[in-house]
């Protein structure tokens, strides 16, 4: 018991002295700071990972956000220009268009479109049914443009229009007026489809193919 004693109180004086040495204590300062330092270190990069994780995922839910706010923009956008070009052939309902009706210089179109319904369609249309005729388009003179034909009411719109199989023989063209947009995909279904499996009812636009008629709201 007295030399284990005397072992453990020598264990005390040597490390008493050892602490009272300059040198041992910064080793041993060098020593706690460096295992603090790594594990500070350690942590500090698992931070970084997780902020850079973080972020990343971030980054995500708003390239996800846009594209998603995007898509809805774009469905919108569609769904009021449809609504618009819908409205805009509402306007058109009382309207036919004639095309290669041959175009003079100083012509009188609405004349010449009575003389056209009476002679070629057989129909008793005077000026007082119609509220006005006239040629769009620009005039280059290379082909007659376009004739619009706006009539009093829809019925007499319906007679004309239902009876454009008697210009059959004549180079002349009757149809709906369409809007812009639907001349447009009419064109483009008449390239697809051939001319004579495209037509156009009350506006809409139908194609005749293999599987049948169906109706066309875009190419």
């Given at each position: 018991m007295a030399s284990t004693r005397q072992t453990q109180a020598d264990f005390?004086?040597?490390?008493?002295?050892?602490?009272?040495?300059?040198?041992?204590?910064?080793?041993?300062t060098e020593i706690i700071v460096k295992s603090v330092a790594s594990n500070l270190a350690e942590k500090f990069k698992e931070y970084d990972n997780r902020i850079a994780q973080l972020e990343a995922e971030i980054d995500n839910l708003k390239s996800t956000t846009v594209s998603v706010q995007s898509n809805i923009n774009i469905a919108d956008q569609k769904k009021i220009e449809q609504k618009l070009d819908n409205i805009q052939q509402r306007t058109k309902r009382n309207n036919i268009r004639l095309m290669k009706v041959q175009e003079t210089d100083h012509e009188k179109t609405l004349e010449v479109c009575i003389d056209l319904f009476k002679k070629n369609m057989k129909l008793d249309?005077?000026?007082?049914?119609?509220?006005?005729?006239?040629?769009?388009?620009?005039?280059t003179g290379d082909r007659p443009r376009h004739i619009v034909v706006v009539f009093n009411d829809n019925t007499i719109e319906a007679s004309v229009y239902n009876k454009k199989k008697m210009l059959k023989g004549t180079e002349i063209i009757l149809k709906e007026d369409l809007t812009a947009y639907r001349l447009n995909l009419m064109k483009e279904a008449s390239e697809t489809y051939g001319?004579?499996?495209?037509?156009?009812v009350n506006g809409n636009i139908f194609s005749k193919g293999p599987n049948g008629v169906n109706k066309i709201s875009t190419i």
């Open positions: 005390e004086h040597t490390l008493l002295e050892a602490f009272n040495n300059q040198n041992v204590t910064r080793a041993i249309i005077t000026e007082a049914n119609v509220c006005a005729a006239y040629r769009v388009g620009k005039n001319f004579k499996n495209v037509w156009s």
